[in-house]
């Protein structure tokens, strides 16, 4: 069955880094794209980048020039290298794909910064 494991998070500084990884499993990896989403409490969850099939990358404009997808293949894992942490940035992470025609999810990583 589709799997999908988030791990990474935790307690950073404001200007400080985490790197999140999702490990997939329980499908084709390589050829779905991937996606993180994070939501905080009383908000809605956001997107925060994806990653294509062919390595293509798209993040929201809140996250730009800080965050960077990335994904290796050969592991069926995707990353989420975040620096320049802000307190905004805290929310649980949660990674996604449309693996199967309907959206998986993993259980989700919290990322606290602390100002």
């Known amino acids: 069955q589709v799997q999908l494991v988030e791990s990474g998070g935790g307690v950073a500084q404001a200007g400080g880094s985490l790197r999140l990884s999702c490990a997939a499993s329980g499908f084709t990896f390589s050829r779905f794209a991937m996606t993180w989403y994070r939501q905080d409490l009383g908000k809605e969850r956001e997107l925060v980048a994806t990653?294509?099939?062919?390595?293509?990358?798209n993040y929201a404009d809140s996250v730009k020039g800080r965050f960077t997808i990335s994904r290796d293949n050969a592991k069926n894992t995707v990353y989420l290298q975040m620096n320049s942490l802000k307190p905004e940035d805290t929310a649980v992470y949660y990674c996604?794909?449309?693996?199967?025609?309907?959206?998986?999810w993993g259980q989700g990583t919290q990322v606290t910064v602390s100002s």
């Open positions: 990653i294509r099939t062919g390595g293509t990358t």
């Open positions: 996604n794909c449309n693996a199967g025609g309907r959206p998986r």
